[in-house]
């Protein structure tokens, strides 16, 4: 789960990662309103969307007054920012934080995540703070320091310190540093986050180090344990299908292309879209109905893929293990009949009650491409979906 910028400082604060002061506002009243409960003369006017770049994109703006604020936070708000993480669609800001200015001597990067080749939670740090920390990687990777936290341990006060020399801090700031990463790691454990990133972190002319922009994402299978963490999910920044599938606990994830998958197992989700790859296709989602999915969570798993106007083909890939096929495919039959299904539909079964679930749908009286094995059934769903776009075409001329 993502959150906004000011829902990660709020986080952050409460773990003692000095954040600066800011107030979120939802109108152009608000934003100048919050600029005058802050004081100073300088203030920051920052777009909330889930996604990085929204400087580039001019959705952060320095003001040197309250009035200024009002007015950044009027052209703001309302607007799309598109940014390479939004799209060309862009995404509509309903929400500036106005935050207070400081003096910055340096910009620098701090970051974790889990490193799954060490199967350590790593912190990395660089100077290149500011940037994208794809390009930065991309491009010269021996600009970012890496430390692997050992979980009986905790991040160690050398391992703070190397990252510290590594940045060529000094001083007391050495010691700021070290307790602004303690405090960091200190939180990603435990709130289970699965990524924190504060870029910039900033050294103060005054030598504090304070996290002027932060990222994080929460591990959605451990949100039950979390229920103040919970609450700060913004629908309005998320897929309406994968909130519909949260809702009748699937696994949807949107992709780029044009076939449907729905199947049972993530292991067997990654292989249907790497033969749909191989096959010379793309997929248009990620959709896992789970190991005991009923004939209700079948249905609506296909209303929510049959929701995207981008797909032209549906595969369905059933292994019936404790899932039986017969449930698979009276599911199918409910919801193609219900949505009024346009698109071809392919069907592999196997497992379970195969032999029942292949006889509901011969007798179901749709238009099913029945498919003998994976191969087989990638290269019908490929086939299918690209005849399907030769049709829109003709209609289109």
């Excluded at 002061?21 to 100048?32: D, M």
């Excluded at 910009?107 to 350590?120: A, F, I, P, S």
């Excluded at 698979?328 to 079964?349: D, E, F, S, W």
Aim: glycine share 10%.
């Amino acid at each position: 789960m993502k959150t906004h910028e000011y829902q990660a400082k709020q986080i952050l604060r409460m773990s003692g990662v000095p954040v600066p002061r800011g107030i979120l506002a939802t109108s152009a009243f608000e934003a100048e309103d919050a600029a005058r409960q802050l004081g100073g003369d300088v203030f920051v006017v920052k777009a909330q969307i889930h996604a990085g770049g929204r400087g580039k994109a001019g959705g952060v703006k320095v003001v040197r007054s309250a009035a200024d604020a009002g007015d950044v936070a009027e052209r703001l708000l309302g607007s799309k920012l598109r940014t390479p993480q939004t799209g060309p669609e862009g995404q509509e800001v309903r929400k500036v934080y106005v935050e207070e200015g400081c003096r910055i001597a340096r910009e620098l990067y701090l970051g974790m995540t889990l490193d799954r080749e060490k199967r350590r939670v790593t912190m990395m740090a660089s100077a290149d703070g500011g940037m994208e920390i794809e390009e930065v990687a991309k491009k010269t990777p021996e600009r970012i320091l890496k430390v692997a936290i050992d979980p009986m341990v905790g991040l160690s006060p050398f391992q703070a310190r190397r990252l510290a020399n590594g940045l060529k801090l000094q001083g007391k700031t050495v010691t700021e540093f070290g307790r602004f990463a303690k405090a960091l790691y200190d939180s990603f454990i435990a709130y289970d986050a699965s990524l924190a990133e504060i870029n910039p972190l900033v050294v103060t002319e005054a030598g504090q180090v304070v996290a002027l922009d932060a990222k994080m994402v929460f591990d959605d299978n451990a949100l039950f344990r979390h229920p103040r963490v919970a609450a700060l999910r913004d629908p309005w920044e998320e897929d309406p299908k994968e909130g519909q599938a949260r809702e009748n606990d699937l696994s949807y994830i949107a992709l780029d292309g044009d076939i449907g998958c729905m199947v049972n197992g993530a292991g067997l989700a990654m292989a249907t879209m790497d033969i749909i790859r191989l096959s010379g296709g793309a997929p248009a989602n990620f959709l896992d109905v789970g190991g005991g999915a009923d004939e209700q969570r079948v249905t609506a798993a296909l209303k929510i893929i049959l929701a995207d106007p981008k797909v032209r083909a549906v595969l369905v890939n059933i292994f019936g293990g404790i899932m039986r096929c017969d449930v698979i495919a009276n599911g199918i039959v409910a919801a193609a009949h219900q949505v009024k299904l346009k698109v071809p539909l392919v069907v592999r079964l196997e497992g379970t009650n195969v032999k029942q679930g292949k006889q509901i749908l011969a007798a179901s009286g749709l238009k099913i491409i029945a498919a003998d094995d994976l191969g087989d059934a990638a290269t019908k769903a490929v086939a299918a979906a690209a005849k399907q776009a030769r049709q829109g075409q003709q209609e289109g001329k």
